[in-house]
């Protein structure tokens, strides 16, 4: 079991770094699917099977953007779950595995869910920590501010950290079942899930950019120039 | 300064939400006032900057930079209490509709875009990195040498039209890069081939259905929650069904 979970280790330090950059530290958007996905089958020896994992968690994540104070999905710890899941036996292969592709994506979606608990868990866990020390800040303590900063990334890290771990134990032996199991043909199943992901990530894009004039018009006709040009291409 | 602007939600919670982070990236400046780190200046400066505050946290250099000058200044401290309070609707309704509605976005859509076109791994994740990253820095370093250079007349810097004007002209452009890189990034991901066959043909109809029927859905059902349930619909089919 512990060499098992020593074998994750690279992917918890990923999930752990990734889980971070989401809010506190520094918001480069490393930790968007994209990116996530793709460094994390990278560490997996799949970087192609991870970036394809990655764009249909990015059409999804286009539709949960972290707007002001609300509680949002955590993508960063989430993609590494799921780049990680999703490339398991595509080493060295342009696609991923259809049925482990399948079970990353839901492991991603889920493991987005609960971070976005953990993120507000985390916050409440700082606002406890800082309640005993509102009078030393009040009073204008250089060390309790930087303490308080100290503590809020550090315990972001761990955070991340440990919600890659869980993800990962949970999902890995699901995964293991899925891709023996698995009937449906490769090519279907990814018909399958692009149907799903594309459309979660059209309408993403129909409801952020509806407040922006001719927007929607423009949606619409690249749709079509783009229609034109694969049939073209194809 | 703008190294710890990196940082300014590394406290972030629901006592003082944002206030710690601003405290901290302003410290550095305050070590100016007269008795210099430690003093009563100092401290009494300090103490205000560590107070509720919240807004978007890249628009946030803007008040760290006009905060700085502020307490430099030595502004009576109930009038910068005042202007600290009232910055915080602006830059955080600003800050969202330039980067989390506008930028952000875009920025996926062009590396939807490049996976699209065949970009490799390599390829599409650093281009996604640089280019967002290229306005996320810039922002934050205008941001902080703004609110500097103009203190409490922060307003002239807010009203600058390329800050109003910026997200509609983003949006746009995004808008047509979606429409054309989702046709392109679905035909790459489900493996190429030619467009006539009955899996593309299926993706090509049915996608759209798809997407209406979410936007219907609108305020109902997440789209993630949709495509989850989905999914473990096809798991269902693939290993016990089929």
Same mark, same amino acid.
């Given at each position: 079991m512990l060499l098992f979970v020593l074998d994750f280790l690279p992917f918890v330090l990923l999930g752990a770094v990734l889980g971070l950059d /989401? /809010?506190?530290?520094?918001? %480069?958007?490393?930790?968007?699917p994209i990116v996530a996905a793709t460094l994390a089958g990278a560490f997996a020896g799949a970087p192609a099977a991870g970036l394809v994992v990655g764009v249909a968690l990015e059409c999804v994540a286009l539709e949960t953007l972290p707007f002001g104070a609300s509680r949002y999905p955590e993508w960063g710890s989430a993609s590494v779950v799921g780049g990680v899941i999703g490339t398991?036996? %595509? %080493?060295? %292969? *342009? *696609?991923?595995?259809p049925g482990a592709w399948v079970i990353g994506v839901m492991a991603a979606i889920a493991t987005a869910w609960l971070g976005g608990w953990t993120m507000v868990q985390h916050r409440r866990l700082i606002a406890y920590w800082a309640r005993p020390r509102l009078n030393s800040l009040a009073s204008g303590s250089m060390r309790t501010v930087v303490a308080l900063q100290v503590f809020g990334m550090t315990s972001d890290l761990v955070r991340g950290g440990v919600l890659t771990l869980v993800a990962l134990l949970v999902s890995w032996p699901i995964t293991t079942w899925a891709i023996d199991a698995w009937r449906l043909g490769a090519v279907e199943t990814r018909g399958a899930l692009i149907i799903g992901a594309a459309a979660v990530g059209a309408s993403a894009v129909w409801k952020v950019?509806?407040?922006?004039? /001719?927007t929607r018009r423009l949606f619409v006709v690249g749709l079509a120039v783009g229609t034109m040009l694969v049939t073209f291409r194809g | 300064m703008l190294l710890r602007c990196l940082a300014i939600? @590394?406290?972030?919670?629901?006592? +003082? $939400?944002?206030g710690n982070g601003i405290g901290f990236c302003v410290e550095p400046a305050l070590?100016? $006032? &007269? @008795?210099? &780190?430690? @003093?009563e200046a100092y401290r009494k400066a300090l103490a205000r900057q560590c107070v509720y505050f919240n807004a978007h946290p890249y628009l946030a250099s803007l008040a760290v930079g006009a905060l700085a000058r502020a307490e430099l200044d030595q502004n009576p401290p109930e009038r910068i209490v005042r202007f600290r309070t009232a910055l915080c609707g602006p830059l955080g309704s600003l800050g969202d509709r330039l980067v989390w509605a506008a930028w952000l976005p875009a920025c996926s859509l062009v590396a939807l875009l490049l996976f699209g076109m065949g970009w490799s791994a390599l390829g599409v994740a650093g281009a996604f990195l640089v280019l967002y990253n290229t306005g996320h820095l810039a922002l934050r370093a205008w941001g902080l040498a703004a609110g500097w250079l103009h203190g409490m007349r922060l307003a002239s810097a807010l009203s600058a039209r390329w800050l109003q004007q910026g997200p509609q002209y983003i949006g746009r452009g995004a808008a047509l890069v979606a429409g054309i890189a989702l046709p392109f990034a679905s035909h790459r991901a489900i493996g @190429?081939? &030619? +467009? $006539?066959d009955p899996v593309p043909l299926a993706v090509a109809a049915l996608t759209p259905c798809l997407a209406m029927l979410l936007v219907r859905l609108h305020g109902k059902v997440e789209g993630w929650q949709l495509l989850f349930g989905l999914l473990a619909l096809l798991v269902l089919y693939s290993t016990v069904l089929h």
């Open positions: /989401v /809010v506190s530290f520094p918001q %480069a958007m490393i930790s968007r398991r036996g %595509a %080493a060295d %292969a *342009l *696609l991923p595995d950019f509806h407040g922006f004039s /001719v | 939600q @590394g406290s972030w919670n629901y006592e +003082i $939400l944002g070590r100016a $006032l &007269p @008795g210099g &780190p430690g @003093g @190429g081939g &030619p +467009i $006539l």
